[in-house]
Each structure stands twice: as structure tokens, then as C-alpha cells.
């Protein structure tokens, strides 16, 4: 990890030696001084010495995370799981606008990236990376070693702390860590919830279409109460996605968004449902007789009459012999 960027110490008054300029004492023979006193010589030890120390403790607190570093925006990646429903571009204009002013205050964390030598990823700070990134500066950061574990703990509760993500946004967030196999245990503690509380929180995520989800936003002053019975609807519903999608304007807040499609479940038609397509086989001698329904994307066979579940259990005991069969007929007809 290069050490240039250095640029802030918080025990220390002056920069830091970069740790390529500083060498350890051991074995240090001093160089032969004709006319120098002893006291000139002992000083001269005595502040390589302390140089050495002090590079020592810098190496130290930059592995801890305590020193500040300026990085490239560009070296930098967000998080490998996002927590957000995009950027809301007044309070970025408005975040601009105060480090424009006074400068970055609160310094992003980052870690390694685990896969990219020489690049970063970040654990929380995504608002204030993309607001120097518009500004064109360097952006000041802590640099910790992380794994998947703490950065998306780490992620979590600097959210919960300071930007007080939408009640749908959290939702969405533990059901997307929970998708990438991550403990319950380990949402909770990014989150900060209890167990009743995720669980309710991810079977929101579940009951809503992601289409839907992120066609309305992060609905800041909707609530949990208020995403939970919308759930519930449109579980009920069996409403025309697309019909309803199409009822969402951009020109529209995220929360009147969430309003239009909360007044939609009452108003739109129900989506059609196809009906399945039957087909029947019967044997000659009528002792059994096959039905089979099919729609786009599933057919349901039923085996019925006298011989109808032997027939069954014979076929069954047969399927993998009679999926070869149709992969070779399968192949014959297209050529291959």
C-alpha cells in the first residue's frame, strides 16, 4: 500500500516519514566524526531514534484505520452490495455545496479491494465520494483491512447513524445480503434490528416485484406499517405489472409515486391469467388415461382410471431414460 497520500496524523504534529525513508537503528554505526561533540552525536541518534519510532506507531495506527489518507476518487469502487435506491440529486447538490465550503469533514471508509491491487472499496461514504467526484478533488478517507462481514456491518450502522435510510431501502438491503448468504445474525447486526423485525423486513422485499420497488424509490416518509399492508395487496391483487408500472411518473416524488401505486391495486385490472391448454390420452383398453394441462411455463399430468398410479409409478421409475430419449429427439430436429 503506498504510503505518499499520508496526510494527516492524529498523534502527531508534523506529516509523516514515509516508511520507504526510514530505516531501523539496529546494527546503526555512526559515521566517523572528526570534530563534532559527543552531545552533536547523541542528538543525532537521538532524532533518528525518534523518527523510527514515530514511523513505527504511523504504520501501526494506518492499520488500525486511524490515519486519514487523500485518494483518488477514481481508485475507488462502491461497495460490493448496494444500500441505496440511488442518490437523491438535491441533498447530493446540497452535500457539494457544503464541502465546496468547508472542505470534506468526515473522512469515507474503505477497505483493499480483494480483488483489484491498487484500487479501494468503500464500506460507507458513497454520498460524500460522488460529491467530491463532481467536484474534481481527492477524496480523505480511512483505509482498513475488512472482510465481507464487517464492511456491510460497518456499511449498516454508519447508515443507521448518520443518513437514516428509507424504511424500503433497509428492507431491500437485508434482503439482498441475505442473497448473497449472509448470516442473520450478521444482518441483524448491520441493521440493528431483531430477528421479528428482519424477518418482516424481508418478506416486504419478497412480496413486492424489484420492478416495482425500484420504479418507486426510497419513499423516504413511507413507513414500515404503510409497506407492509401495500405488501399484503398486491399479494392479493394479481394486478397487471407492467399496467401498473406504467401508472409511475419521474415527474412524481418517490412518496407520491409509492401513493399512486398504493391507489392503482383498487383501480386497475386484474391480470389475466392464461388458461391452461388440455390434452388427453386414453389406452385402448380404457384402463388408464392420461391429462395433461399446459400453460407457457408449467403442464400438470394427471394418470387416472384402474391402472392410472401403477402407470404412474412405472413412468416415474423411467424419466431418466425418457429425458435422453427427448434431449436425442430434441437434437435430431434441430441438427446439432
Not at 483518488?72 to 465550503?101: C, H, K, N, T, Y
Not at 449472509?182 to 430477528?195: G, P, T
Amino acid at each position: 500500500m503506498a504510503r505518499k497520500n499520508l496526510i494527516e496524523v492524529s498523534t502527531a504534529e508534523e506529516a509523516p516519514i514515509p516508511m520507504a525513508d526510514v530505516r531501523p537503528i539496529a546494527g546503526f554505526v555512526a559515521p566517523a566524526v572528526r570534530s563534532a561533540p559527543i552531545g552533536g552525536i547523541t542528538r543525532t541518534l537521538g532524532n533518528i531514534t525518534q523518527k523510527f519510532e514515530r514511523a513505527q506507531d504511523i504504520e501501526k495506527q494506518l492499520a488500525e484505520g486511524k490515519i486519514i489518507v487523500e485518494l483518488d476518487p477514481a481508485l475507488v469502487d462502491g461497495s460490493f452490495i448496494s444500500d441505496r435506491l440511488g442518490i437523491d440529486p438535491v441533498g447530493l447538490s446540497e452535500l457539494v455545496g457544503q464541502i465546496r465550503a468547508h472542505g470534506q469533514q468526515v473522512p469515507i471508509l474503505v477497505r483493499p479491494h480483494p480483488k483489484t491491487s491498487g484500487r479501494y472499496q468503500v464500506a460507507y461514504g458513497h454520498r460524500r465520494l460522488a460529491a467530491v467526484r463532481e467536484l474534481g478533488i481527492k477524496v480523505r478517507a480511512v483505509i482498513r483491512e475488512l472482510s465481507d462481514d464487517q464492511l456491510v456491518v460497518s456499511q449498516g450502522q454508519e447508515n443507521n447513524a448518520r443518513t437514516n435510510l428509507s424504511y424500503i431501502e433497509r428492507a431491500l438491503f437485508a434482503a439482498r445480503l441475505e442473497d448473497r448468504s449472509f448470516s442473520r445474525e450478521v444482518i441483524m447486526a448491520a441493521l440493528n434490528v431483531d430477528k421479528a423485525a428482519l424477518s418482516k423486513m424481508i418478506s416486504v422485499v419478497r412480496a413486492i416485484p424489484i420492478e416495482l420497488i425500484e420504479a418507486i424509490g426510497a419513499a423516504p416518509e413511507v413507513g414500515r406499517r404503510r409497506w407492509m399492508e401495500f405488501a399484503e395487496k398486491i399479494a392479493k391483487a394479481e394486478i397487471d405489472l407492467r399496467a401498473l408500472l406504467t401508472t409511475l411518473s419521474a415527474d412524481n416524488s418517490s412518496d407520491q409515486r409509492f401513493q399512486r401505486a398504493a391507489d392503482a391495486l383498487n383501480t386497475l385490472p386484474k391480470a389475466t391469467k392464461e388458461q391452461p391448454k388440455a390434452n388427453l390420452w386414453a389406452a385402448k383398453d380404457k384402463s388408464v388415461s392420461v391429462n395433461v394441462k399446459s400453460t407457457a411455463t408449467k403442464s400438470v399430468v394427471t394418470y387416472e382410471a384402474k391402472d392410472g398410479p401403477t402407470f404412474a409409478a412405472y413412468v416415474t421409475g423411467r424419466l431418466d431414460d425418457l429425458y435422453q430419449a427427448f434431449r436425442q429427439s430434441q437434437k435430431a430436429s434441430t441438427g446439432d
